[in-house]
Nanobody
Framework: QVQLVESGGGLVQPGASLTLSCVGS????????IGWFRQAPGKEREGVSS????????NVADSVKGRFTISRDNGKKTVYLQMMDLKPEDTAVYYC???????????????????????YGKGTLVTVSS
């Protein structure tokens, strides 16, 4: 059974940084493109960033460009989302997802749903508030 587990969320003040982690069980993440998406209360889901299996292709949503960095350590079978200069509008549940090939760039441009996402985890809550 494939499971993705996100961790690293929490309550932080505006301007702070957080790094989220994503690990898998029943699947080797190093073979897959991975994306992070978020959903804030009352808002639509938004693809934040994606990374190919080798790390050579990275896509970042305009809303977080320059502040969020996706990376992966295939040796540790972990994908990270480093978030800096967090803003209250970044408050959301953050999910990592295994992406279907061909959807890595679309993932940050529009919601791809099950067309582009094969599996996703239960999420980790990030709250940015003073």
């Amino acid at each position: 059974q494939v499971q993705l587990v996100e961790s690293g969320g929490g309550l932080v003040q505006p301007g702070a940084s957080l790094t989220l982690s994503c690990v898998g069980s029943g699947v080797s993440l190093d073979y897959h493109g991975i994306g992070w998406f978020r959903q804030a209360p009352g808002k639509e889901r938004e693809g934040v960033s994606s990374i190919s299996s080798t790390g050579r292709e990275i896509n970042v949503a305009d809303s977080v460009k320059g502040r969020f960095t996706i990376s992966r350590d295939n040796g540790k079978k972990t994908v990270y989302l480093q978030m800096m200069d967090l803003k209250p509008e970044d408050t959301a549940v953050y999910y990592c997802a295994i992406l279907r090939p061909g959807y890595y760039s679309d993932f940050v441009a529009r919601w791809v749903g099950s067309y582009g996402i094969e599996y996703y985890g239960k999420g980790t809550l990030v709250t940015v508030s003073s």
